[in-house]
């Protein structure tokens, strides 16, 4: 499924990819559709430059392996990460691959470069960035965990204490996620928010204890009202716009810590003089840094579960109406995994 430009998918055959003597060449079962593909659908996010197979979130089977790869053979049920990194710069020596000087991204291109992702029968990936999968993970399960470690890699660079109060900004895939995850590391009265009406439910299915509509209540009075004037002890903001990082700084409480995930618009305003009369840290936090066994095992214990999360599963020849109505905000739509 390529974009072959702003707003257009076509489905189209292309070569193979070239299997390297470090690939694993994998035959893709299940691709997850991200909100990162969404957005750079019609170009805004300036990351999805046509021509381009998008799709980082996948799941599959070996089909070949290069002459130098010793730890996966044909018939393995694998899943890989998003990000390709050089496995030698500072950064990943350091075990920081998500910083990675010359990371690249799959399915995704901009003026640095081009990275062909798996909305594909077949995609070549290097084995350092290969896992896998559960005998008890089912195929389009295992595409999760590219979200899911993005919302575990949010929780762990987060300073908190057993019992800390939190707050999630925006309930989308990685905001649900990210509540789920605060669960699993020990905070006491997880809070949510969300204007749409069936994540907020979600939200609640999820493990929040109250979820609030942005647009009918003021949430950092609601968040000090059940904090006992305080606010929260930490936030983590899963939107990345002015309006959602404002409300995050201003419901923790002094001293308290916002954690920015989200990554829609490119510069915001915040309220720079709340931040430092207060000491909020600001933490950013992006993709994720070797995180998939952890959350692989968490997945298949089934402290993080992402059923509630999917909501279609369709082939790949349905994918350019699905991302249409993506696109379009078709209530009821969250998590798509397509299957090439």
Do not use: W
């Amino acid at each position: 499924m390529m974009l072959t430009a702003y707003k257009k998918l076509e489905l189209t055959d292309v070569p193979e990819p070239l299997t390297g003597r470090y690939d694993v060449f994998v035959r893709v079962r299940a691709c997850g559709i991200c909100g990162s593909d969404v957005h750079g659908f019609d170009g805004s996010s300036g990351r999805r430059i046509p021509p381009l197979i998008m799709g980082h979130e996948a799941a599959g089977v070996v089909e070949r392996v290069g002459e130098g790869v010793e730890r996966f053979a044909p018939g393995d049920r694998v899943t890989f990460d998003s990000m390709v990194s050089c496995g030698h710069c500072a950064f990943c020596l350091l075990g920081k691959f998500n910083l990675c000087n010359g990371r690249r991204i799959l399915g995704v291109s901009c003026e640095d470069y081009r990275q062909h992702g798996a909305f594909a029968e077949f995609v070549a990936v290097p084995q350092q960035i290969v896992y896998r999968v559960p005998d008890d993970l089912s195929f389009e399960q295992a595409a999760m965990v590219e979200p899911v470690s993005v919302a575990v890699h949010a929780v762990n660079l987060t300073p908190l204490e057993l019992g800390q109060t939190a707050l999630v900004i925006g309930c989308g895939t990685i905001g649900l996620l990210c509540v789920q995850a605060l669960r699993a590391a020990g905070c006491g009265a997880i809070y949510a928010t969300d204007p749409d009406g069936t994540r907020r439910d979600r939200a609640l299915r999820c493990g929040a204890d109250a979820v609030f509509d942005p647009e009918s209540i003021d949430v950092p009075v609601e968040v000090a009202a059940r904090t006992g004037g305080y606010g929260a002890h930490i936030a983590l903001e899963a939107v990345g716009a002015t309006a959602p990082v404002g409300a995050a700084i201003a419901s923790v409480r002094k001293g308290g810590v916002v954690t920015l995930v989200g990554n829609v618009t490119p510069n915001i305003d915040f309220p720079l003089q709340s931040v430092v009369t207060r000491e909020v840290q600001l933490i950013g936090t992006c993709g994720s840094s070797g995180e998939y066994p952890q959350c692989l095992d968490l997945m298949s214990r089934q402290v993080i579960d992402v059923d509630p999360l999917i909501t279609a599963t369709e082939p790949l020849a349905e994918g350019p109406a699905l991302f249409d109505r993506l696109y379009a905000r078709q209530p009821g739509l969250l998590k798509v995994i397509l299957q090439p």
